[in-house]
């Protein structure tokens, strides 16, 4: 079963542009952990942000909590050709495994 | 190498025959996990492992599916009696914390493309 949803489930943004993915969640959690893409390869880490943590930063990523609305955000800042990837939400319900959402797909046109 | 390991990287069968896939995590990381993704959606949990203790598996299908990490290090998928619906991305990953109440950080491999014919 998925635990969190993306919102939107694709965005096509210019290059230098900012992008804002949503994710929402059903049940309480100790962290929340966002994933990127590329083609079908492999998943790749990007940020991790606990449940006692309101926001978090990462070079050109920037991460917001909002346990009272069971939700977060993911910011991509002056975005670029190779920002472009799908990006998964995965959350961590505390049974020591993350549970990923379904993935919005970032398209940045040159 | 540094990275999660998996092999095969592309594996094509018929209906009915057994597979295996092959993970070999991070050396030294203590936790493994196993995962489903169809094209165009996440990944699915099945199953996941701290060392050799195998800590969770709710997450397989039905009884066609098992895994194994005899030693605490290579884990094996198992798909017995494949069907067509089978046929997916099973990804592998691997992590340092063998913690109870903190998920942390996922390495994932490259996968291993199965398509039941």
């Known amino acids: 079963s998925q635990q969190g949803e993306e919102d939107p489930q694709a965005l096509s943004i210019q290059e230098g542009e900012n992008a804002t993915m949503n994710c929402s969640y059903k049940?309480?959690?100790?962290?929340l952990q966002w994933y990127r893409q590329n083609s079908g390869r492999g998943l790749v880490h990007l940020i991790l942000?606990?449940?006692?943590?309101r926001e978090k930063h990462s070079g050109r990523l920037r991460v917001t909590l909002d346990t009272s609305k069971k939700s977060s955000s993911l910011l991509i800042t002056a975005s670029r050709a190779a920002d472009t990837a799908s990006y998964f939400c995965a959350t961590d319900a505390g049974a020591q495994k993350l549970v990923f959402g379904q993935g919005t797909r970032l398209t940045i046109n040159p | 190498g540094a990275g999660v390991s998996q092999s095969p990287r592309y594996k094509v069968t018929k209906r009915g025959q057994d597979v295996a896939l092959r993970c070999d995590p991070i050396?030294?990381?203590?936790?493994l996990y196993w995962y489903r993704q169809a094209l165009g959606q996440g990944p699915e949990f099945l199953t996941y492992?701290?060392?050799?203790?195998?800590?969770?598996k709710s997450g397989l299908p039905n009884d066609r599916f098992s895994a194994e990490r005899p030693e605490g290090s290579i884990s094996t998928l198992t798909i017995q009696r494949t069907e067509q619906r089978d046929s997916a991305m099973y990804r592998c990953?691997?992590?340092?914390?063998?913690?109870?109440?903190?998920?942390?950080?996922?390495?994932f491999g490259e996968g291993s493309r199965l398509t039941v014919l």
């Open positions: 942000i606990r449940s006692n943590e």
């Open positions: 050396s030294g990381h203590v936790s």
């Open positions: 990953a691997s992590s340092t914390l063998g913690g109870r109440f903190d998920t942390g950080e996922l390495f």
């Open positions: 049940t309480s959690i100790n962290n």
């Open positions: 492992f701290n060392y050799e203790a195998q800590q969770d």
